[in-house]
């Protein structure tokens, strides 16, 4: 299994970036994939999430209004694109994966909680 994140980078605040990560080794349309940011002396937030097997995605509510991610399940890759970066976004952003259930109740907090395989992570340094 694995996740690997490209596309991070030194940007500066008011840029923008488009983070990619490219999975293998699972079945990629039976699972929840997502980034997951962890700035530093901070604890890992997730902040966005692309469900494959139901086409919805999700995203943190302090930075929604900021972010667009997308699958391309042809490559079995998902993006974030950030806009409007700060620098309060430098932060080291690892992409994860978690299963999807049949359930139809899914959220950010599940996608956290049953993350099952991590990537790397791509750092990310927004100057001001």
């Known amino acids: 299994v694995q996740l690997v994140e490209s596309g991070g980078g030194l940007v500066q605040a008011g840029g923008s970036l488009t983070l990619s990560c490219t999975a293998s080794g699972f079945p990629f349309v039976d699972y929840v994939i997502g980034w997951v940011r962890q700035a530093p002396g901070k604890e890992r937030e997730a902040v966005s999430c692309?469900?494959?097997?139901?086409?919805?995605?999700y995203y943190v509510d302090s930075m929604k209004d900021r972010l667009t991610i997308s699958s391309d399940k042809s490559k079995n890759t998902v993006y974030l694109r950030m806009n409007s970066l700060k620098p309060e976004d430098t932060a080291v952003y690892y992409c994860?994966?978690?299963?999807?259930?049949?359930?139809?109740?899914?959220?950010?907090?599940?996608?956290?909680?049953?993350?099952?395989?991590w990537g790397k992570g791509a750092p990310v340094t927004v100057s001001s």
């Open positions: 994860a994966a978690a299963f999807r259930d049949s359930g139809y109740y899914f959220s950010m907090d599940k996608f956290f909680k049953d993350i099952l395989y």
């Open positions: 692309f469900d494959n097997r139901y086409g919805r995605t």
